[in-house]
């Protein structure tokens, strides 16, 4: 059965850091691609990032760059999204979610089929 549990979501002050971490059962990470996404209230679901399964190759969205990085540890089957330098924007509900795919997306013609609970990050002083 395929599985992702988030975690390490949180309150910060804009500066700070938080590690977001994503445990992944049922699969490895060597065929199924990861994605992260967020939801803030009364917006539409936005992909952060993601890293495919074939080669590692990774995207981020505009508004991350520089200042979010994706990583995977196959070993632990998780695949983190360290979130430096955060802003009040990046308030959100923080999901991950999996595809069975050599290749990752953060389109909205991307479709991943698993997704876990979220984790709520909140970016307030």
């Known amino acids: 059965q395929v599985q992702l549990v988030e975690s390490g979501g949180g309150l910060a002050q804009p500066g700070d850091s938080l590690r977001l971490s994503c445990v992944v059962s049922?699969?490895?990470?060597?065929?199924?691609?990861i994605g992260w996404f967020r939801q803030a209230p009364g917006k539409e679901r936005e992909g952060v990032s993601c890293?495919?399964?074939?080669?590692?190759?990774?995207y981020y969205a505009d508004s991350v760059k520089g200042r979010f990085t994706i990583s995977r540890d196959h070993a632990k089957n998780t695949v983190y999204l360290q979130t430096n330098s955060l802003k009040p924007e990046d308030t959100a509900v923080y999901y991950c979610?999996?595809?069975?795919?050599?290749?990752?997306?953060?389109?909205?013609?991307?479709?991943?089929?698993?997704w876990g609970q979220g984790t709520q990050v909140t970016v307030s002083s």
């Open positions: 979610a999996a595809e069975y795919a050599a290749y990752c997306g953060l389109g909205s013609d991307y479709e991943y089929h698993y």
């Open positions: 049922g699969f490895t990470l060597d065929v199924y691609s």
């Open positions: 890293v495919s399964s074939s080669d590692g190759i990774i």
